[in-house]
């Protein structure tokens, strides 16, 4: 883990990088954000400038740090005047004269929270630096999912939980296997300023869901069908004195004016303007009615609130989907509830083939002595289908198979008969090809199976029972994208 100026420079030098931005972060980033046209970004600990530059493409007008000499001089040679590279130790003692006093709508750190020897401060710093309704971005590796060796390079969930606490709104996001965090509010000392405040800031007051305050809005049908549908994140409102109570952490309960129906949200951001016109220039007119145009929208919002009304000054009420009070309580306990309901099995199995395609199998020395994949129930407490079908790979073949992640082929459900009183639900994972050296490999387990075989489809159903083969069928025309990867057996 490089802790130095220098092992960092000799890090980049060597060649050595985090893995590129993907689709899914690009995503997130475009989903969760507000449009960038206008807006200022800092991207900290920007290495190579690969996320900087994704961000000047959006419109942002970027800022990009780090500490690495070596690093800026190949961002500046790969994007250009993409953004402002600025060689600057984020929590080093300096008054960041380089950076913009009027401060950023958006605030990323990606592979760089785990790196930081000073997390809460300098995390704390930078959410001063934040404009009101801006986002900091987190992207990090998991702990959990980081060999021990390398685990400096990543955050544990206890780590992860007390940083999103210091927010006072916090949503995460599973980015390919990365937490991608984005943090609004941050939570600070009383006499703590806040950087180029151009509009009043948002309350962030952080309310635990058993003592949140509810606030009711009664909306049209149509803008009640918008939030029911997840489409309609933002509600506009004036600043009367009754919407002004309104917090960060709140709970809105929506109301549709033609039915009973109401459901509840999280009150994320609250951004006060001085104009329909000022609200809508910084927003993202799509999140506060999906299905009307900009000047359409600026008509709708007229027609609801006189000038007088409008000169109280609009409010931004930002929400997501998280429901906001505790649901109902179920009728019995989930003991109970096991009691009443039909009892399953499960398995696990991979599916494997030769180098021409032809499905190998093992031939059980059990009952009918079926023909069967490589895999097993599942009989070990806390294994998953994969888990349980790569280790009984090892265990029946003396092969480890399956490794990666392997696509999911056929999702098999049994109905219980006279050879099994339960159903079975099974999961057939493709275990790929298999050389001819790897065949002569294969060490059976004599006390499960006694012959393993190649054929192509013709020879095995020849072989199997009809049902077995219609499993095997079904997988095969699944692998190749002719057909569902469902099958119900009958027994």
Known sequence: MFTTQDEWDRGFADGRRYRQLTDVERSLLATHLPPAAGRRALDVGCGTGELAAHLASTGYTVDAIDWSETALAEAGT?????????????????????????????????????????????????????????????????????????????????????????????????????????????????????????????????????????????????????????????????????????????AIVFHDRESDRELDIVVKRVTPYTSFEDLLNAEDPSRIDPDAPREDLLVNLRSFYPPDKEALGPLALEFDHRPALPGRSLPMTPSQYAQTVPHHTAYGCLYI???????????????????????????????????????????????????????????????????????????????????????????????????????????????????????LDAIERARRGEGPGYLITHT
């Open 353 to 471: 083939r030769d180098e021409h395609d032809r499905p190998v199998q093992l031939r059980s020395v059990y009952g009918t002595r079926l023909w069967q994949f490589p895999g097993g129930n599942l009989d070990v407490q806390g294994e998953d289908p994969l888990q349980t079908a790569r280790r009984e790979a090892v265990e029946e073949t003396g092969l480890e198979l399956g490794l990666g992640t392997p696509r999911l082929l056929l999702t098999h459900f049994l109905h219980a008969g006279p050879g099994m009183p339960l159903n079975k639900v099974g999961f057939i994972f493709d275990g790929g090809r298999l050389t001819a050296q790897h065949l002569r490999r294969i060490r059976l387990d004599p006390a499960e199976h006694d012959m393993w075989a190649v054929h192509d489809l013709v020879g095995w159903q020849e072989l199997m029972a009809p049902l077995a083969f219609a499993r």
């Open 78 to 250: 790969r994007h250009g005047d993409a953004a402002r590279w600025l060689r600057l130790d984020v929590e080093g003692n300096h008054d960041g004269a380089p950076l913009h006093a009027d401060g950023y709508d958006l605030i990323t750190l990606r592979f760089v929270a785990p790196f930081l020897s000073s997390r809460d401060r300098t995390l704390d710093a930078l959410g001063h630096r934040l404009r009101p309704g801006g986002a900091l971005v987190l992207i990090t590796p998991l702990a959990a999912d980081t060999p021990a060796e390398r685990r400096g390079i990543a955050l544990d969930e206890d780590e992860l939980a007390g940083l999103q606490d210091r927010w006072a709104a916090a949503e995460r996001h599973d980015a390919d296997g990365l937490a991608f965090l984005v943090l609004r509010g941050p939570h600070q000392d009383e006499t703590a300023s806040h950087v180029g405040a151009r509009r009043t800031p948002s309350r962030t007051q952080s309310v635990e869901p058993a003592s949140r305050r509810q606030h009711h809005f009664h909306l049209l049908g149509r803008y009640y069908g918008q939030v029911e549908s997840g489409r309609k994140t933002i509600e506009v409102r004036v600043a009367t004195p009754e919407k002004t109570e309104v917090e960060v952490g709140d």
